[in-house]
């Protein structure tokens, strides 16, 4: 069965400083997908980033880039230059092999952004 | 405009009154799903289609019934609530092969 593990339940960082949130995963799939989501207060889930297992480069979107290490079964979030409105709850989710219907998501990490 | 609509945002009911919580798609989108989200237990997956008429069960389906009579719509039927169903619900979907799912703008359920 697929599994993923946030182990930060809430996090503070200073603006303008970059930010790692954990991610670990298990599962016995060659082929899966990676995937952080940020929900701010308002409640609506937003597609950061996402990784396939078999990409060798780690993925990058703007100020989000995924540390992926496929061996220690790890996709950290690093967030560089913290905003203000980075201040959200942030969810690793893990899909299951070809496309699979199975999503599974781990219970967040809620990041406070302090100016 | 790409999206998904839930319907309602908000509701309250009573426990034993049966509901419905509409999810709508305009993306052509083969996979719908649906998902409670909790407080320290993150999104978890009540049923997900793969396509019309083919339904099947996530990791939390008791007390849950969902259809997908047209392919742009998978409504979410709580035929008998119960207050351990208050929670909030979050529809879904993506293509076949595609990698990011469009979620819902989130229904937040009350069951007295």
């Known amino acids: 069965a697929q599994k993923i593990t946030q182990t930060q339940p809430g996090m503070f960082v200073q603006e303008k400083e970059a930010v790692t949130l954990d991610c670990t995963y298990d599962?016995?799939?060659?082929?899966?997908?990676l995937f952080w989501y940020k929900q701010p207060s308002s409640g609506e889930m937003i597609f950061l980033i996402y990784q396939g297992s078999y990409d060798e480069q780690n993925a990058t979107e703007g100020r989000y880039s995924l540390n992926f290490q496929k061996a220690r079964k790890s996709a950290n979030l690093v967030i560089s230059a913290s905003q203000l409105g980075d201040s959200a709850m942030y969810f690793c989710a893990m899909r299951g092999p070809y496309y699979g219907q199975n999503f599974v998501f781990g219970p967040g990490t809620r990041l406070s952004v302090l100016p | 405009e790409a999206q998904v609509t839930q319907n309602p945002r908000y509701l309250i009911t009573v426990t034993g009154k049966k509901l419905t919580v509409t999810c709508s798609q305009n993306?052509?989108?083969?996979?719908m799903s649906w998902y409670r989200q909790d407080p320290g237990l993150g999104l978890r997956q009540i049923y997900y289609s793969m396509n019309v008429e083919v339904t099947d069960k996530g990791d939390v389906p008791e007390g849950y019934k969902v259809s997908r009579k047209e392919k742009r719509n998978f409504p979410l039927i709580l035929e008998s609530p119960s207050p351990n169903q208050t929670s909030l619900y979050f529809c879904?979907?993506?293509?076949?092969?595609?990698?990011?799912?469009?979620f819902g703008s989130g229904t937040q359920l009350s069951v007295l």
């Open positions: 599962t016995s799939d060659q082929s899966y997908g």
């Open positions: 993306m052509n989108h083969e996979y």
């Open positions: 879904a979907s993506r293509s076949y092969r595609g990698e990011k799912l469009f």
